[in-house]
């Protein structure tokens, strides 16, 4: 069975249905009507969210489960999307194809996958097209309350600094918060945003 599918198997939302914080802080970068991938989207609480504000969202997973509890959950609040079971790793991205993209807690990809995945989202992103990016730092390890056990699969400011260096990164940083999305993240957590904008 796919470990994802095991992963979002019951009633319950695994990372809840609230979009993430970060996510509703870059509010003003979104505008209706402009064209979103929400990557590795899970059961939907940011791409449902992301619809919710007027865009037009494409929602990516590799768990057919997850995608299913997605569709639930935009039926329930009352949206439209579009919903893709795709391999992150053998997905088409496009070029030029989206205006804004949306990656929160993708951080299943190891080193060689995630350099694919990185060069994959700046292509598909228009000119001008903005990345939004949220995940975990190496200290995460420490804290253990949610987040790959890979040290490798973290993320770090030069890493994001180095990887993003073709684009205009509008805000970077790393900090510590308590936050709570569902079973999933819980906790104090070591936490990394970005925000870059495509040339």
Known sequence: MNVWNERYSGEEYHFGTD????????QSFLKPGMNCLALADGEGRNGVWLAEQGLHVRSVDSSSVA?????????KRGVKMEFELADLAHWDFGVDR???????????????????????????????GLLLLHGYTPRQLEYRTGGPSAMENLYTEA?????????QILSLREYDEDIREGAGHSGMSALIDMVARKA
């Open 67 to 75: 995608i299913d509890k997605a569709r639930a959950l935009a039926a």
């Open 159 to 167: 890493l994001l600094r180095a990887a993003f260096a073709d684009m």
């Open 19 to 26: 979009p993430s914080v970060f996510l509703v802080a870059q």
């Open 98 to 128: 989206f205006d804004i993209v949306v990656g929160v807690f993708i951080q299943f990809a190891p080193p060689d996958l995630r350099e694919k995945m990185f060069a994959h989202i700046k292509q598909c992103l228009k000119p001008g």
